[in-house]
């Protein structure tokens, strides 16, 4: 334990393990995504703590006999946040994702304005603060990540503890005309305002939240230029920035070049010959764009005959909240167009849609990546989206084009070599489809050469340095490992599926 130094203490709504209910008792599974590859590093026999929830509610399991091996397996201290049945349904389905999800993604039309989602979503959050504040000192530094816990600084302050804290919203911060459709839209500005640093993803995104503010907060002013603004907040100073969240360049091109990755690309192309692969990868969700995907690739088909026989779109759909009507129904949209355009389309030899409605283990994924001669993503607004990322930290060839929506975080980075779309102009796509298909190899090239460039210079480790950097003036070297033996992790997959 890390006694007279800053620690590092990671809060956010998952813990990076879960507890998964099976036939012979509950069980352990290492978390996957963009976070826990972000943070792990940063917390691993660093003395670190992460505090979040483990996934199975209060009335399930006594939880402590199951998340101390946890602890030991991942080098880092983990401290489970108990919910009961009644928060999971009101603060993570209900406030989390039927009012924030939609509204942040500028789709209010989804949203589900339930005021008792309010008040449990204050609770749950006055809940993670007390966690928080048992096991942590005042030395330490409390990064909180994402939409669920926006009144975390505050339940902190009402428990009357200090502590240096700073927050990290994952998803976009939607514009003013959007952001006024929030019945408690100032509650969450000032409470916001209680951290000592707020990050963003892009510009764009502080850029909204700071126009917020300026309306909605009468009296409180931004001022400075550049990377970090500074918001005046009574005798409180806090700042604002753009932290662009990356992935680990060497990590995703270093398994991309091994041989068990490079014969899975092999084999996976060899039963797609003489054809370019279109690659999507999404998980299961409004957000990501896919019914207005599959209409564009049709159109694409239609508009460009030439394309047929020589293109297949390969979409990698990840499961995700099977149990919600809305990604019922959405799924069932899916099928139903992938459906109609392989009836129509499909030849003798040649499928155009391949749809994998599963998660792939990291080996195929990467192979994919690797294979993939065009990498499609269209979300109709996504915070970051780290898969546009991997596929061109895994285009080793260089002879990858990605097309990216423009309302993607990674747009911001990305844009002088992609080939940035309106996902909604189903005609601009399916143009930018063709386009990629006939780019000579000097361009391609050309403009992935750029992309992996921006990608291996901002890459995770400088995410984290510049956060760090912003909220403490440290970087990531200032958390030198502890003395304590050294402790074997699980190896988390790291792909990150928005």
């Not at 349904?89 to 500028?106: A, R, T, V």
């Not at 167009?337 to 409605?357: A, C, D, M, Q, R």
């Not at 403009?447 to 003036?473: G, K, S, Y």
């Amino acid at each position: 334990m890390v006694s007279d130094a800053t620690r590092l203490v990671a809060v956010s709504n998952r813990l990076p393990i879960t507890l998964v209910k099976e036939k012979d008792g509950w069980k352990i599974k290492p978390g996957a995504g963009g976070l826990v590859t972000a943070l792990a590093p940063v917390l691993r026999n660093r003395g670190g703590l992460w505090i979040g929830w483990s996934g199975a509610t209060e009335e399930d399991t006594d939880l402590s006999e199951k998340i101390i091996p946890a602890s030991k397996e991942v080098g880092y201290q983990l401290h489970p946040v108990p919910l009961t049945k009644e928060e999971v349904k009101n603060f993570y389905y209900g406030f989390s994702n039927e009012i924030i999800w939609p509204l942040f993604h500028d789709l209010q039309s989804l949203c589900n304005f339930e005021p008792k989602y309010w008040y449990e979503y204050l609770k749950v959050n006055k809940k993670f603060a007390k966690i928080t504040a048992k096991f942590s000192t005042t030395k330490d530094f409390i990064w909180v990540h994402d939409y669920h816990l926006m009144c975390f600084a505050s339940a902190l302050k009402e428990l009357n503890v200090k502590r240096r804290t700073g927050f990290f919203l994952h998803i976009p911060f939607p514009s003013l005309d959007i952001f006024l459709k929030l019945p408690w839209r100032e509650q969450i500005l000032r409470n916001l305002l209680e951290f000592d640093l707020v990050g963003f993803q892009t510009m764009r995104d502080r850029r909204n939240f700071l126009n917020c503010i300026h309306q909605l907060c009468p009296g409180i002013k931004s001022y400075g230029r550049g990377a970090i603004v500074r918001v005046k907040v009574g005798d409180r100073e806090v700042r604002i920035g753009g932290f662009p969240i990356s992935i680990d360049f060497e990590a995703f091109s270093q398994q991309a070049a091994s041989k068990s990755v490079a014969d899975t690309a092999w084999f996976l192309h060899e039963a797609l010959p003489e054809r370019q692969i279109v690659l999507g990868v999404d998980r299961l969700d409004y957000t990501k764009g896919l019914p207005e995907k599959f209409r564009a690739f049709k159109l694409a088909l239609e508009r460009y005959p030439e394309l047929q026989g020589k293109i297949t779109l390969v979409q990698v759909v990840v499961p995700s909240r099977e149990g919600v009507p809305e990604y019922q129904s959405l799924k069932a949209k899916i099928d139903r167009i992938v459906g109609e355009i392989n009836g129509k389309f499909t030849k003798s030899n040649w499928v155009p849609i391949h749809y994998l409605y599963r998660s792939l283990d990291r080996q195929e994924l990467l192979a994919y990546y690797r294979l993939a001669e065009i990498g499609l993503i269209t979300p109709l607004k996504d915070g970051m989206n780290l898969v546009a990322k991997e596929y061109c930290a895994c285009n080793l060839e260089g002879n990858g084009v990605l097309i990216l929506s423009e309302f993607a975080g990674a747009a911001a980075q990305l844009q002088t070599g992609a080939i940035l779309v309106n996902p909604y102009d189903i005609e601009g796509v399916a143009n930018a489809i063709y386009r990629a298909f006939t780019m000579d190899i000097k361009e391609r090239k050309r403009r992935m050469r750029r992309l992996r460039e921006v990608v291996r210079r901002r890459n995770i480790f400088w995410w984290v340095d510049t956060f760090l950097h912003t909220a403490l003036a440290k970087h990531l070297a200032d958390f030198p490992y502890t003395e304590e033996e050294y402790l074997p992790h699980i190896e988390f997959e790291e792909s990150e599926i928005d």
